[in-house]
T-cell receptor
Framework: AQRVTQPEKLLSVFKGAPVELKCNYSYSGSPELFWYVQYSRQRLQLLLRHISRESIKGFTADLNKGETSFHLKKPFAQEEDSAMYYCALSSTQGGSEKLVFGKGTKLTVNP | DAGVIQSPRHEVTEMGQEVTLRCKPISGHNSLFWYRQTMMRGLELLIYFNNNVPIDDSGMPEDRFSAKMPNASFSTLKIQPSEPRDSAVYFC????????????FGQGTRLTVV
């Protein structure tokens, strides 16, 4: 069965400090991984996906199959990064794909 | 397109009453997901549909919960009878397979059962 684990429920850093939000997964197949973000009073939205190998708003995430991890990193956190972050895994089942989320990490960036 | 539309945005109901949450996915999307968000459990997948067919409902908590998708542009999640522990934010999302593109979420319905 597929599972996504985000060990930190809360993470607090100061502006300008590096930030890393941890995500580990378990899945027997080839994983498709994503990070979603939910800013205050906004809907959940895609931040980045591993297949694109992109950097969005200064965030990057590298898939490490050996460690089954997909940690989200940013070298210099900004106050506007404060939000709820969810790691997600897409898995194939019955010919279609479903999206399973971790429990989320609430990031607070203090001034 | 206005995105995924959920209604109502807020619902307060008494224990034992029936609650129906509604979702209109983005036109052309062929997958639809219902999630429940709570502080304790995060974002849980309840059920998802592909081409209007339920694929996996293993996340539905119990028989009090049911979901339908009568056509490609409408889905409902029903709780009957509702209980206080059902209080949560319920999200609907839609996507265009393959899923490694993006899932688009509605604004959610905040349900309070008193």
């Amino acid at each position: 069965a597929q599972r996504v684990t985000q060990p930190e429920k809360l993470l607090s850093v100061f502006k300008g400090a590096p930030v890393e939000l941890k995500c580990n997964y378990s899945y027997s197949g080839s994983p498709e991984l994503f990070w979603y973000v939910q800013y205050s009073r906004q809907r959940l939205q895609l931040l980045l996906r591993h297949i694109s190998r992109e950097s969005i708003k200064g965030f990057t995430a590298d898939l490490n199959k050996g460690e089954t991890s997909f940690h989200l990193k940013k070298p210099f956190a900004q106050e506007e990064d404060s939000a709820m972050y969810y790691c997600a895994l897409s898995s194939t089942q019955g010919g279609s794909e479903k999206l399973v989320f971790g429990k989320g990490t609430k990031l607070t960036v203090n001034p | 397109d206005a995105g995924v539309i959920q209604s109502p945005r807020h619902e307060v109901t008494e224990m034992g009453q029936e609650v129906t949450l509604r979702c209109k996915p983005i036109s052309g999307h062929n997958s639809l997901f219902w999630y429940r968000q709570t502080m304790m459990r995060g974002l849980e997948l309840l059920i998802y549909f592909n081409n209007n067919v339920p694929i996996d409902d293993s996340g539905m908590p119990e028989d009090r919960f049911s979901a339908k998708m009568p056509n490609a542009s409408f889905s409902t999640l029903k709780i009957q009878p509702s209980e206080p522990r059902d209080s949560a934010v319920y999200f609907c999302a839609s996507s265009l397979a393959p899923l490694n593109t993006e899932a688009f979420f509605g604004q959610g319905t905040r349900l309070t059962v008193v």
